[in-house]
């Protein structure tokens, strides 16, 4: 006969285990999740795995754990039984089993606050799912997240126990003995000594709880901490390892500044509602149909030179200022992209044609400008005066992505102020922190008077920083 219990069952300890894990499940996530079961079935586990990701997951960092989640949910033989049926596995018969659950709910129609008094027993004793939503009812779950020590594991679960009524349980079926015996005889003890090593269990189960969200403690402050040393962290220090992760950490955030953008543009289209209009349009006919007026937003239509330097001192910092560059090409209209060392070459069409990756294979690989000269900022300015200047107008932002270290060259920082004074705005986003701009062969001191604002990019958080500050100011 076929269990028609079976598939909520099976989907109720599925959505336990991934809270277990540590993730956030919501009721309209377990009618989802199946929803995906009955569709999919439970022979194709690595579907249903994908499935339920996109339904639970809120960073890529959770994919380990919900990847361990799974294997622990099927490396079970098959779904738990619950209390009666255990009972019954060990031996007791139906008549057995059925004397102890009318005495227990003789015991819930006697007493006052009764029937909660034994439901909370019989959670207790039934463990598994049901133990899971007596710890999440009781508030236990938000007390067992604040542990953040080995040496607290002992005082938490001492404190679980309190509140799940661990030994208030053990006094009742001390109880419930001496009813049994004389229902049961030998019988008796041995159901209720059964229904200790169940209470014994569920202790077991809350300490083993209380380790678990130890461990998941401690995974996620290491990895914060990973994150932040990525954030934090000088470019130049980064491994080889570290760069790929702030590699894909800068074309993350490139992404979301492409979706805010498709919003703004959205939004543009449609109009901001103005109520002045719709209130005038509405008097005239009653407010019958209701049509809102909107005002059209006017946008400047602005424009972008980017200039980069990829020169073997700023190395560390230009492969992540060049996948900013080739996200400028579709935040900003008409865009221009230039890189150089002591050559200028414009690389809009480059970025325009084809990937990011294939853009900067044909940087780094010296096709576009030579990388064995020296930086000569001086010479690459007057190089943009000299062909380019007539594209700057009052709609140019201009933004120089380079250290200034000029190599003792000329500096021309006059001609930096030239193109400032027919720009709307000239960004310097410099790798090097600001004291620095006056040592050595370092021409900021001289640069930044003629900037609009000179931000620094010593790491991924200020990457992300001057990204934001470019973006908002077109």
Same mark, same amino acid.
């Given at each position: 006969m076929v269990d028609?219990?079976?598939?909520?069952?099976?989907?109720?300890?599925?959505?336990?285990?991934?809270?277990?894990?540590?993730?956030?499940?919501?009721?309209?996530?377990?009618?989802?999740?199946?929803?995906?079961?009955?569709?999919?079935?439970?022979?194709?586990?690595?579907?249903?795995?994908?499935?339920?990701?996109?339904?639970?997951?809120?960073?890529?960092?959770?994919?380990?754990?919900?990847?361990?989640a799974f294997a622990s949910f099927f490396a079970r033989p098959g779904p738990s039984r619950d209390l009666w049926a255990r009972l019954g596995a060990l031996g007791f018969t139906d008549g057995e089993v059925g004397s102890l659950r009318e005495l227990l709910e003789g015991v819930a129609q006697r007493e006052r606050?009764?029937?909660?008094?034994?439901?909370?027993?019989?959670?207790?004793?039934?463990? =598994?799912? $049901?133990?899971? *939503?007596?710890?999440?009812?009781?508030?236990? &779950? #938000?007390?067992?997240? +604040?542990?953040?020590?080995? %040496?607290?594991?002992?005082?938490?679960?001492q404190r679980a126990s309190r509140t799940l009524g661990l030994a208030a349980a053990r006094e009742r079926l001390a109880g419930l003995r001496l009813q049994l015996r004389e229902a049961l005889g030998e019988r008796g003890d041995a159901l209720v000594d059964a229904l200790e090593g169940e209470l014994?269990?569920?202790?077991?189960a809350l300490r083993a709880q209380v380790q678990h969200a130890l461990g998941s403690r401690a995974e996620d402050d290491r990895a914060e901490g990973a994150a932040?040393?990525?954030?934090?962290?000088?470019?130049?220090?980064?491994?080889?390892?570290?760069?790929?992760?702030?590699?894909?950490?800068?074309?993350?955030?490139?992404?979301?500044?492409? =979706?805010? $953008?498709?919003? *703004?543009?959205?939004?543009?289209?449609?109009? &901001? #509602?103005?109520?002045? +209009?719709?209130?005038?349009? %509405?008097?005239?006919?009653?407010?019958?149909?209701?049509?809102?007026?909107?005002?059209?937003?006017?946008?400047?239509?602005?424009r972008i030179i980017l200039l980069c330097d990829v020169s073997e001192s700023v190395r560390a910092v230009s492969r992540f200022m060049l996948e900013l560059v080739h996200a400028a090409h579709e935040l900003f209209d008409r865009t221009r992209s230039f890189v150089f060392v002591s050559e200028l070459?414009?690389?809009?069409?480059?970025?325009?044609?084809?990937?990011?990756?294939?853009?900067?294979?044909?940087?780094?690989?010296?096709?576009?400008v030579p990388l064995h000269a020296n930086s000569n900022y001086g010479r690459v300015l007057r190089a943009f005066e000299a062909r380019h200047?007539?594209?700057?107008?009052? *709609?140019?932002?201009?933004?120089?992505?380079?250290?200034?270290?000029?190599?003792?060259?000329?500096?021309?920082?006059?001609?930096?102020?030239?193109?400032?004074?027919?720009a709307r705005a000239v960004y310097w986003l410099c790798p090097e922190p600001r004291r620095d701009g006056s040592?050595?062969?370092?021409?900021?001191?001289?640069?930044?008077?003629?900037?609009?604002?000179?931000?620094?990019?010593?790491?991924?958080?200020?990457?992300?920083?001057?990204?934001?500050?470019l973006a908002r100011s077109r």
């Open positions: 028609a219990h079976a598939l909520p069952r099976l989907v109720d300890e599925l959505a336990w285990t991934l809270r277990r894990a540590g993730f956030v499940i919501a009721p309209s996530q377990v009618i989802d999740l199946a929803r995906v079961v009955e569709a999919l079935g439970w022979q194709d586990r690595l579907a249903l795995q994908e499935a339920t990701a996109a339904l639970v997951l809120r960073s890529p960092r959770e994919r380990p754990r919900l990847d361990e606050e009764g029937h909660e008094q034994v439901d909370r027993l019989v959670a207790l004793l039934a463990g =598994g799912t $049901e133990l899971d *939503r007596l710890l999440c009812l009781a508030g236990v &779950r #938000l007390e067992i997240d +604040r542990i953040r020590s080995p %040496l607290q594991v002992g005082f938490f679960t014994d269990r569920a202790a077991d932040r040393r990525l954030e934090e962290a000088s470019f130049a220090s980064l491994t080889d390892t570290e760069r790929e992760e702030v590699c894909r950490a800068v074309r993350a955030f490139v992404d979301r500044l492409r =979706g805010a $953008e498709r919003v *703004r543009t959205r939004h543009a289209r449609r109009g &901001r #509602l103005d109520p002045g +209009r719709t209130m005038r349009t %509405l008097a005239r006919t009653g407010g019958v149909p209701f049509r809102p007026a909107r005002r059209r937003r006017r946008r400047d239509r602005p070459s414009e690389t809009t069409a480059l970025f325009e044609r084809g990937p990011a990756k294939a853009a900067l294979a044909a940087i780094g690989g010296g096709e576009i200047l007539p594209a700057v107008d009052r *709609r140019t932002t201009v933004v120089v992505l380079g250290d200034g270290r000029t190599n003792y060259h000329d500096a021309s920082e006059q001609t930096l102020g030239r193109i400032r004074a027919r040592t050595g062969d370092s021409a900021m001191s001289r640069y930044e008077p003629h900037c609009t604002r000179v931000l620094e990019v010593t790491c991924a958080g200020e990457l992300e920083a001057a990204a934001r500050t």
